[in-house]
């Protein structure tokens, strides 16, 4: 007995200085931030109309070396902010980025600016309570966010964060297999001409052979003929599951068409080879395929994929002739501020900044509506590897004709819809049902996550 | 005696810090509506709510289903082993190579592993399949990309790394049974078979269920193959209970509920391990 109090006793006592330990080392881990912005002012001390020196934390998943030149341009311009950037990925990776910024944010780290990656990952956030509402400060500096900006970022009322880049879809082609078919850059085009677009670009045989088309694993690649759509394009709006549609229906069809014509590369490949949809269309395995502006800069060539023949560039189909082609939906990155924040106001000058001019100085095509898309093109030829690789002409054309469609913003629990409505689908296109069993089963899957949440 | 408490101390408290606090902490928050990102104040408990959930989840009962399927691995991997151990340490030269060539996967890193199976089996131009076309199989099976392939290929790919480990020790357990039974047996007149049955397999049985045990807790907790091979698909035909949990946890970030999923796992791991405990008296000699 007298043993065990006394192990008691010492398992406690080394427990509590442990904790004074931990404690202390937390201690001196915030006060390092802090003593440092205390020792900013003799060197910004000079900007007398401004309040005292700020410190904000920036969150991103791309590499340092990218983003540092223009947290610079910003700290030029406002001497009392000091922008200390703390990079998620070093590899460039924003779902690995969106890993590490909920473990910083859930180990107390006291970041102050985050940006996300695609509305998905927004809402989620914005539904578990990280970010705070814009409203206040928006209204404040008395700004109407649509004359401003071509997203909507509104979650029920209320803006958590600003859109940053603007992402919507077209379709990538390769010239000079387009140019050896015959076949013309398309202007104005269906699904259906689309997939005799692929059947005539597919050719040899083995493993050189080269698909018309490659779809990679994303959900939009299921729900292709519903993202082209102007209203009511998500898997569920407005709390309506909306696979029994149409539109589905038509999705369907056309990846089981591109895979039972062997067309498009083997969905069983895709996923059994974890096939990456860069090189796919950069070593000419794949002759077309379906992305976004995010790959504009990639198509004149990157280090790891130089662009070995010229890319054009083809809008968005559409479901039936009649109806405009390069409509898509319009999504993008979001930057945010932290619910925890301490300096709200100068947060959100700087994401304000980042969003507009920020934006123009990296040459990104952005969700801003005053962007010059001549100068975006020009710049984006002036960066490529290999510039006279992207043709210049169907560009332009693709990015003044593309009409985004306003994004209705996904319910918190978008993930999970897409896992299973992509469940579904892949065992249709492996073919372990029909198509009626696919629509009817995810339809009540989907409706079950969307009773669970409500 | 106090100076022992001392001595164990350290060792107590890491236990303590890193093992049972947060066992204790993730028992509680299974019951608990909650997301890691979210700061301790929005915990909300929920009861048995997540327990409910998980027994109408399909995506988890068919993973724990899977897992039930893959324990299969352990036994038919311990019979390769026990059969090529016992070949290997009396009736091939050079047994030294052998048991080297049969650990190499153990070592190597499982990503590296995965990813040469991968195009091993690649469904179009991969060599299995292209072997199977040649002895004049008209449709081979898509390997990691047919649902109902791909548990079986994920099963024999974790047979075929694990067997170095057990061949090894059911030959350092060969190697503990006495020659001069196998003499007296042979003086009796005992056949090979006769002699495997009667000696070799009683003699190795605290190998075996040592094996058995360590193997049926490793195999219920396989991830990172999982992981790096299939991702759980194609549509969850190779999703088991830890890869769901870290689905759940680290992409859908719902702590609360992945907790729960891990007591469950906890729980069928302790009933199973129980079972072995009391089953062994009726097979295992010392």
Redesign the interface.
């Known amino acids: 007995m007298k043993k065990n109090m006394f192990m008691l006793v010492l398992i406690s006592v080394l427990l509590v200085v442990l904790a004074g330990c931990g404690n202390s080392a937390s201690n001196t881990n915030n006060a390092s931030p802090n003593s440092s912005a205390s020792s900013e002012p003799e060197a910004t001390g000079e900007s007398p109309a401004t309040a005292e020196p700020v410190t904000i934390k920036v969150a991103h998943w791309s590499p340092e070396a990218d983003i540092t030149p223009i947290l610079e341009a910003y700290e030029a311009q406002h001497p009392n902010v000091t922008l200390e950037y703390v990079e998620l990925s070093d590899s460039g990776d924003s779902v690995a980025g969106m890993k590490k910024l909920d473990l910083l944010v859930a180990s107390g780290e006291d970041l102050d600016v985050a940006f996300m990656p695609g509305a998905t990952d927004y809402s989620q956030r914005a539904g578990l309570g990280l970010m705070t509402p814009l409203n206040d400060l928006i209204a404040k500096e008395g700004i109407t966010l649509s004359d401003e900006y071509s997203i909507d970022p509104t979650i029920d009322g209320n803006i958590y964060a600003l859109p940053d880049t603007l992402e919507n879809y077209f379709v990538l082609l390769n010239k000079d297999k387009l140019d050896a078919a015959g076949l013309a850059v398309p202007t104005e085009w269906t699904w259906e001409e689309y997939l005799e677009y692929a059947k005539k670009l597919t050719s040899g045989s083995g493993p050189s052979k080269t698909y018309g088309t490659y779809f990679h694993t994303w959900a939009m690649y299921w729900e292709l003929a519903l993202i082209n759509q102007a209203k009511n394009n998500n898997l569920v709006n407005e709390g309506t599951v909306n696979i029994d549609s149409p539109e589905i229906r038509q999705s369907l069809e056309l990846r089981s068409k591109a895979e039972q014509d062997q067309i498009a590369v083997p969905y069983a490949d895709t996923i059994s080879q974890k096939l990456a949809y860069r090189s796919e269309y950069f070593t000419q395995h794949a002759a077309m395929i379906v992305t976004g502006n995010w790959m504009i800069g990639s198509a004149g060539g990157s280090e790891e994929f130089p662009a070995t023949f010229t890319t054009a560039f083809a809008p968005m189909p559409s479901n039936a002739s009649g109806q405009p082609s390069g409509v898509s939906i319009a999504n993008g990155n979001y930057v945010g501020i932290l619910d925890k924040t301490k300096h709200q106001q100068e947060a959100y000058d700087f994401i304000r900044w980042y969003s507009t001019e920020g934006e123009q100085m990296q040459n990104v095509y952005s969700a801003w509506k005053k962007q010059d898309v001549d100068k975006f093109i020009a710049s984006v030829k002036e960066t490529a590897l290999s510039p006279d690789k992207i043709d210049a002409d169907s560009l332009a054309f693709v990015i003044k004709n593309a009409l985004p469609a306003p994004l209705s913003v996904p319910p918190t629990y978008q993930g999970e819809l897409e896992e299973a409505f992509t469940k579904e689908t892949e065992l249709y296109i492996l073919k372990q049902q029909d198509l009626e069993t696919t629509i009817k089963n995810a339809q009540q899957g989907l409706q079950k996550i969307v009773d669970a949440n409500k | 005696?106090?100076m022992g408490?001392?001595f164990v101390?350290p060792m107590?408290?890491g236990v303590?810090?890193f093992t049972l606090i947060p066992m204790i902490f993730s028992f509680t928050l299974s019951f608990t509506k909650w997301?890691?990102?979210?700061g301790f104040d929005?915990i909300k408990f929920i009861g048995l709510d997540n327990f409910r959930?998980l027994f109408q989840d399909?995506?988890f009962l068919k993973s724990l289903g899977n897992n039930f399927i893959m324990l299969l691995a352990v036994p038919i991997g311990m019979v390769i082993a026990l059969l090529l151990a016992v070949v290997i340490s009396n009736h091939v030269y050079a047994p030294g190579a052998f048991k080297v060539i049969y650990f190499m996967p153990q070592i190597s890193s499982v990503v590296a592993v995965a990813v040469v199976w991968?195009?091993l089996?690649?469904?179009?131009?991969g060599p299995v399949n292209g072997f199977l076309s040649a002895l004049g199989m008209d449709n081979p099976p898509?390997?990691?990309?047919?649902?109902n392939f791909a548990l079986p290929s994920v099963m024999l790919l974790m047979i075929w790394i694990d067997l170095g480990v057990s061949l090894i020790i059911y030959n350092a357990g060969l190697k503990n049974i006495p020659a001069d039974l196998y003499e007296a047996a042979t003086i009796d007149g005992a056949s090979k078979w006769a002699q495997f049955r009667s000696i070799t397999l009683p003699l190795l049985t605290p190998t075996t269920f040592f094996l058995l045990v360590t193997g049926i807790i490793g195999n219920f907790k396989s991830f990172a193959l999982i992981k790096v091979l299939?991702d759980g698909?194609?549509?969850?035909s190779t999703s088991v209970v830890v890869y769901d949990m870290y689905?759940t946890a680290?992409?859908?970030?719902q702590t609360g509920y992945a907790s729960s999923m891990v007591m469950i796992l906890f729980l069928c791991l302790l009933a199973i391990t129980a079972l072995q405990w009391i089953g062994q008296k009726f097979w295992v000699n010392y």
């Not at chain 2, 997301?35 to 979210?38: C, G, L, R």
């Not at chain 2, 898509?142 to 649902?147: E, M, V």
């Not at chain 2, 698909?233 to 969850?236: F, L, N, Y």
Request: charged share 15%.
């Open positions: 005696m106090r408490y001392l101390g107590l408290l303590m810090i997301s890691f990102v979210t929005k959930a399909d995506v991968q195009v089996f690649h469904p179009s131009y898509k390997w990691l990309a047919d649902p299939t698909g194609p549509a969850h689905q680290f992409v859908d970030l």
